[in-house]
C-alpha cells in the first residue's frame, strides 16, 4: 500500500504481516495432535492372561493395576517402571492402601516370581485386596 504525503512525491511503504498461513500451520498441528494423543496415552503392554473358569470383574475406582509381559516389562497404572524402582512407585501409588486393591495382570509366559515379587510388595504396603488378572474362558 502506497501513501502519497502532501507536496512530496515520496512515498512510504506499509509493511504487514500476513497471518493466514500462521494461522493454517497452528491449526493443522491442533488437529495433529487431537488425532495422535489418545493414540499415545492408550499405549501399554500387551498382556495375553492366562483363563479362568470363574472370575469377576474388578471394581477399577480404587484397584491399582499392575501389568507384567513376558519380556518382564513392568508398568503401573499405564507408567512403565524399571524392576529397581518398583517398591518405591508402588509405595508412592499405594501410601493409604488399606482400602484399595491392587489388581496384577501378567502374562502367560511371565516367570511366577515377577508375580510373586510385586505381589509381595504389595501386601509389606498393607493393601485392601490383591487381584491376578484373567481372561473369561469364553473369550
Known amino acids: 500500500m502506497h501513501v502519497e504525503t502532501g507536496g512530496s512525491k515520496r512515498r512510504r511503504?506499509?509493511?504487514?504481516?500476513?497471518?493466514?498461513?500462521?494461522?493454517?500451520?497452528?491449526?493443522?498441528?491442533?488437529i495433529i495432535f487431537m488425532v495422535l494423543t489418545p493414540i499415545l496415552v492408550n499405549h501399554q503392554l500387551t498382556v495375553k492372561l492366562p483363563k479362568a473358569a470363574s472370575g469377576a470383574p474388578a471394581s477399577?475406582?480404587?484397584?491399582?493395576?499392575?501389568?507384567?509381559?513376558?519380556?518382564?516389562?513392568?508398568?503401573?497404572?499405564?507408567?512403565?517402571?524399571?524392576?529397581?524402582?518398583?517398591?518405591?512407585?508402588?509405595?508412592?501409588r499405594l501410601s493409604?492402601?488399606?482400602?484399595?486393591?491392587?489388581?496384577v495382570q501378567a502374562d502367560r509366559l511371565t516367570p511366577v516370581e515377577k508375580v510373586v515379587t510385586?505381589?509381595?510388595?504389595?501386601?509389606k504396603l498393607g493393601v485392601g485386596k490383591l487381584g491376578i488378572g484373567v481372561t473369561p474362558e469364553g473369550q
Request: glycine share 4%; charged share 25%; net charge negative.
Open 60 to 92: 477399577s475406582d480404587s484397584a491399582v493395576t499392575i501389568q507384567i509381559s513376558r519380556t518382564g516389562a513392568i508398568t503401573i497404572e499405564g507408567v512403565a517402571v524399571k524392576w529397581e524402582k518398583v517398591e518405591r512407585e508402588m509405595t508412592l
Open 13 to 30: 511503504v506499509f509493511a504487514e504481516m500476513n497471518l493466514v498461513p500462521l494461522i493454517d500451520v497452528s491449526l493443522i498441528l491442533v
Open 118 to 123: 510385586v505381589l509381595d510388595f504389595a501386601k
Open 96 to 103: 493409604k492402601a488399606s482400602g484399595k486393591t491392587v489388581l
